[in-house]
């Protein structure tokens, strides 16, 4: 009897113990995702806080088939580059509570935005370093825009009236 009872117990001390091991390990790996999750936002941040661009000129708005056009120049005043075109948006406003969202397309069409002119770039070409200005063209689908903003992908903003 009294060997039944010592395997008995050492069986429950290593079941103790494997039970405290996956214990300590499933709370220190749950503390290293959010560790690495808050270094993840705070990068986010700090590459949002750096990120800025105007728009200085804007062209008088066109009548074409099926909407409207107009160019504008966008100058990178930040620190950070500019590059993930296909999350910037365009968000056209006509003054009767109309409002468009034109997303990047390197083919102007109804709806979209594209760069027709990128400047003299010599180093990362196809991103928007600070101090580069692109000149970007807008074409709506059916509405004469009076007001425009332009949306970066991590959220900073810029708008201009027509």
């Known amino acids: 009897m009294a060997v ?3 395997i008995g117990a050492a069986v429950g001390v290593l079941l103790l113990v494997i039970v405290a091991y996956m214990l300590v390990g499933s709370t220190l790996s749950t503390a290293e995702i959010v560790t690495n999750a808050q270094k993840a936002v705070t990068l986010q ?6 990120t800025d661009f105007t728009i200085p000129e804007t062209s ?3 009548p074409v088939e099926g909407g409207y056009t107009f160019n504008c120049t966008i100058n990178n005043t930040g620190k950070e580059i500019i590059s993930d075109f296909r999350h910037m948006d365009v968000i056209v406003y006509d003054g009767t509570n109309n409002y468009q969202l034109d997303t990047y397309s390197t083919v102007a069409g109804p709806g ?3 760069i027709i002119d990128k400047g003299n770039e010599i180093i990362h070409l196809s991103e928007l370093d600070p101090g580069e200005s692109y000149l970007i063209q807008v074409t709506t689908s ?3 825009p009076e007001w425009f903003q332009i949306t970066t992908g991590n959220g900073v903003y810029a708008s201009k009236l027509l």
Request: no cysteine.
């Open 4 to 6: 039944a009872d010592l």
């Open 45 to 50: 941040e700090e590459m949002r806080l750096r």
């Open 60 to 62: 008088e708005v066109i």
């Open 112 to 114: 979209t935005w594209t």
């Open 142 to 144: 059916g509405i004469s």
